[in-house]
């Protein structure tokens, strides 16, 4: 069955980095859009950024400047690169995939803990 599975996550200072990756597996992911969602205590989960099959790019407006969607088809994998991190990105990320095809095909990851403090 179809698997997605995030790392990178972890504790980092305000104004720090992190990349986050999401390696596929069973799918056939050059088909698919990938996006990543993030879910802050309290609030609910919300598209960070997506990066279709074609290769077009999404972001949400907090990550335009900061984030950097890309991916790897020939890796399975779908990365998410952020800069100048601040409290407010702390949240469980999640890694997307979604193909339509007649049907709808969509799957999540477990997501990963990213932690932004002093």
């Known amino acids: 069955q179809v698997h997605l599975g995030e790392s990178g996550g972890g504790f980092v200072q305000p104004g720090g980095s992190l990349r986050l990756a999401c390696v596929a597996s069973k799918m056939t992911f050059n088909m698919y859009d990938m996006s990543w969602y993030r879910e802050a205590p309290g609030k609910g989960r919300d598209l960070v950024a997506t990066?279709?099959?074609?290769?077009?790019?999404q972001y949400a407006d907090y990550a335009k400047g900061r984030f950097t969607i890309s991916r790897d088809n020939g890796a399975n994998a779908v990365y998410l690169e952020m800069n100048n991190l601040t409290p407010e990105d702390t949240a469980v990320y999640y890694c997307?995939?979604?193909?339509?095809?007649?049907?709808?095909?969509?799957?999540w990851g477990q997501g990963t803990q990213v932690t932004v403090t002093a």
């Open positions: 990066i279709t099959e074609g290769g077009t790019l």
């Open positions: 997307h995939a979604k193909l339509i095809v007649g049907r709808t095909y969509e799957y």
